[in-house]
């Protein structure tokens, strides 16, 4: 597969955007948000300090600060100013310069994603993605876990063992009943939720043998500036402090 192929095309598609995103439409704080967080996705399939990444890190910061509510001075020549980012870029693409990263792939597994305020969306079809890759267990870790877990989950292949964990007093009044229809319904996974989560802080995401941290809350992904990474050097202890928490957690709904 021609990843730099690949990477032109979106670099083109991105491009396409920018040029036809209009300067008197008063929603268009949102779509330089999607802009920010598409040049930082594509900062990563280049070698770290090269001149693409560079590139692209100024194109995103550049979309970000046009993101905020309000923003208007400069903006026509903030835009230009991310247009001849994308153009270099795309160039040195064509002419065989750029120094992409030995593993880049646009759509490329999950490993560091920066999600900016208002892309809920981006966020949301990121983290599906994560899950659609799970082929024995999930584990969620979120204490403000809610009903918007169960469209995620729905991605989730057959035969997966999915474990939640948060805390009772958070949860939507019907989440029993919800959580029993959706089990009825994909019947084909193996369900189960406990509350008990009371000392950590951050979101955790167990994909198989990967694990992921969020800093927001997986429903609120998008809302504000926040980062998912996956665990490395850490993972291992990490999981083994969240099974932990586990087994000294109560089954839900409770008897």
């Known amino acids: 597969m021609n990843t730099g192929g690949q990477v032109s095309k979106k670099l083109s598609r991105l491009i396409s955007q920018v040029k036809r995103l209009d300067l008197d439409d008063p929603t268009r704080g949102r779509t330089w948000a999607i802009v920010a ?7 990563g399939c280049f070698r770290e300090g090269s ?4 590139a692209l890190e100024d194109a995103a910061q550049r979309a970000a600060y046009l993101s905020s509510p309000g923003y208007v001075d400069w903006e026509f020549e903030y835009r230009e100013g991310v247009l001849q980012d994308l153009l270099v ?5 064509g002419q065989g310069e750029a120094q992409l990263a030995a593993d880049a792939e646009p759509n490329q597994e999950l490993r560091e994603l920066l999600v900016l305020a208002g892309t809920p969306h ?5 983290l599906r993605d994560s899950l659609k890759e799970a082929r ?3 584990l969620v870790v ?3 876990l809610d009903s918007t877990i169960f469209p995620l989950l729905k991605n989730l292949a057959p035969g997966v063992s999915v474990r939640l964990l948060t805390i009772s007093g958070k949860l939507p009044a019907d989440f029993a009943l919800e959580l029993s229809l959706f089990s009825a319904e994909r019947s084909d996974l193996r369900i ?5 989560l009371t000392d950590f802080h951050d979101r955790f995401l167990v994909v198989d043998d990967k694990v992921y941290f969020s800093g927001a809350s997986f429903k609120h992904l998008g809302r504000k500036v926040s980062v998912i990474a996956r665990l490395e050097d850490t993972a291992g202890r990490v999981l083994s402090e969240l099974e932990e928490r586990w087994q000294s957690a109560h089954p839900f709904p409770f008897q």
């Open 192 to 196: 189960a939720v406990r509350c008990g």
């Open 51 to 54: 001149k693409e990444r560079t």
């Open 142 to 144: 979120d204490r403000y």
């Open 89 to 93: 870029v795309r160039h040195r693409l």
């Open 136 to 138: 024995e267990r999930v």
């Open 37 to 43: 967080s598409d040049c930082a996705s594509l900062a």
């Open 122 to 126: 981006s966020a949301y079809v990121k």
